[in-house]
């Protein structure tokens, strides 16, 4: 609540300043109950509302000055047969102002970083928590500062610095040192058929702020990632992302490894059936891809639009180590402004994939999901 009183405060007299050009107000309802049906009954109801001002202003077709405020304010019910709880949740969304031109843009303030041709098992997913499986594809953003050049030759480079933020993101299980600034960047460059990119990223991880005893109290550690990927588009779309990270420290495995080769193909079949498979292999060990604990997890998922205004999903996870399936299947019904959504879910009881993402438990077991969304 505080930091989102702050964009306000400091931010709006910024917008006003702009004399804007346009101005506009925008909002997302959403309303969903989610039923495990099997002993033991388990179920959730909740609301959210995400409103959003933008406001943004051109100057003399050379550049343009724009800012965008928005909150997340959610009411979920939880039934744990016999316990029940309610949880109200107001957090700031988005609060950034960008000065951009045709090759070159600047972003300070809270926002979404995101990168990475991967779609469902994202190694690249070092900012971010979207969730394929969620249909509004919320997630949390960061504070920091996001610089982005555009060469002409479709080249980009982006470089960043992050300060502030004190909960995990992407992956993480352990929190940045939000008195530490993390920075980083990424080149991506044009190859024949396709494109590649690299990226880094450098961080002090605070394990002191660990309270439930899981890691050892390590205090500062810093965290450094090297990502490589690549995306083909010929017969078939075609990419990996991979991710070695480092941490200096001598208690737990010091590097972790992520490795997501993916595929896509659209079938001719009544109005295409678009299917994708990505693979991905990850794992702890002492030394660069030395022994250590591996997994892997592969996903399937096949989108069939039915008409225009019904799309059918199916999505499939499985986990070689453990031989656990997750399943999801989704139907979606779209008006001009109005969705209706119905999923059943089949899995394991204990999820081993997204583990690090509080809502992984809304789809533990099995049971359905009915979602309503209205964007005005």
């Not at 949880?87 to 970083?113: C, H, M, V």
């Not at 450094?224 to 083909?232: C, E, V």
């Amino acid at each position: 609540m505080k930091k989102l009183l702050l964009i306000i405060v400091f931010l709006i007299p910024a917008l006003s300043a702009l004399q804007a050009q346009e101005f506009s107000y925008s909002g997302q309802v959403s309303t969903w109950c989610a039923v495990h049906p099997f002993d033991p009954f388990q179920a959730q109801v909740g609301v959210r509302y995400l409103p959003e001002i933008s406001i943004e202003k051109q100057f003399k077709k050379k550049f343009t000055l724009d800012a965008r405020i928005s909150a997340n304010t959610n009411l979920v019910y939880n039934y744990f047969n016999p316990d029940t709880e309610f949880n109200f949740d107001l957090k700031p969304y988005r609060g950034w102002i960008r000065y951009s031109t045709p090759q070159f843009e600047i972003r300070a303030g809270l926002q979404k970083i995101a990168f990475g041709p991967a779609t469902m098992l994202r190694p690249l997913m070092w900012f971010d928590r979207l969730d394929p499986r969620d249909p509004l594809q919320i997630t949390d953003g960061v504070y920091g500062l996001l610089t982005r050049y555009y060469f002409l030759n479709n080249a980009n480079l982006w470089l960043w610095g992050l300060y502030g933020n004190n909960s995990t993101k992407g992956w993480e299980y352990i929190p940045s040192n939000k008195t530490r600034p993390e920075f980083g960047g990424r080149f991506q460059f044009p190859v024949p058929a396709g494109e590649m990119a690299l990226s880094y990223h450098n961080r002090v991880a605070d394990y002191s702020s660990d309270s439930s005893g899981v890691f050892p109290t390590l205090g500062d550690v810093t965290e450094q990632k090297l990502g490589l990927d690549g995306r083909w588009d010929a017969f078939l779309g075609v990419w990996f992302e991979a991710v070695a990270s480092y941490q200096d420290q001598n208690i737990l495995p010091s590097w972790t490894t992520q490795l997501n080769i993916g595929m896509d193909y659209t079938f001719n079949l009544g109005d295409g059936i678009h299917v994708t498979h990505e693979a991905l292999f990850a794992g702890m060990s002492e030394s660069f891809a030395g022994e250590g604990t591996y997994t892997v997890f592969s996903a399937l998922s096949i989108a069939y639009p039915i008409s225009l205004a019904y799309n059918a999903t199916a999505m499939v996870y499985y986990d070689y180590n453990s031989q656990g399936w997750y399943r999801f299947i989704n139907l979606q019904r779209s008006w001009d402004n109005f969705s209706a959504l119905a999923m059943l879910f089949w899995n394991p009881e204990q999820f081993n994939i997204y583990s690090n993402m509080a809502e992984v438990g809304l789809y533990a077991g099995t049971g359905f999901q009915i979602m309503l969304i209205y964007n005005h």
